[in-house]
Nanobody, 137 residues
Framework: QLRLVESGGGLVQPGGSLTLSCTTLTSHFDYYSVGWFRQAAGMERERIACISRLGDGHHYADSVKGRFTISRPYGENTMTLQMNSLKPEDSAVYYC??????????????????????????????WGQGTQVTVPT
């Protein structure tokens, strides 16, 4: 088993920054491909950033390219996600995850381990995200 624990979530205004971290007590964390996933309310979980095992390959979802940076220091059982220029649509529960075996982190294989998640909310103080109301005509 690989236990992953996320931290760093919170409330931030649009345009702001936030840093998430993920830690594990397991040795040889660099032998796993790892990534960050997020799941917005009512939506499916999506992979937004990942690093292949041994640092071979960094990949980002188009929605976060240029704004988010994933890192995993060599020899440390931790990784981070630096999030800049946050948008309301970035609001979600963010999960740290790891993939066992040899696949690259951007493969279609299901990740083996997930943390419990940390919530990120991007909105102006006192405002919700709103909800779409459509009246058929």
């Amino acid at each position: 088993q690989l236990r992953l624990v996320e931290s760093g979530g919170g409330l931030v205004q649009p345009g702001g920054s936030l840093t998430l971290s993920c830690t594990t007590l397991t040795s040889h964390f660099d032998y796993y491909s790892v990534g960050w996933f997020r799941q917005a309310a009512g939506m499916e979980r999506e992979r937004i950033a990942c690093i292949s095992r041994l640092g071979d390959g960094h990949h980002y979802a188009d929605s976060v390219k240029g704004r988010f940076t994933i890192s995993r220091p060599y020899g440390e059982n931790t990784m981070t996600l630096q999030m800049n220029s946050l948008k309301p649509e970035d609001s979600a529960v963010y999960y740290c995850a790891a993939l066992s075996g040899f696949p690259m982190c951007d493969s279609t294989d299901e990740y083996s381990f997930y943390g419990r998640g940390t919530r990120v909310t991007v909105e102006y103080e006192g405002w919700g995200q709103g909800t779409q109301v459509t009246v058929p005509t």
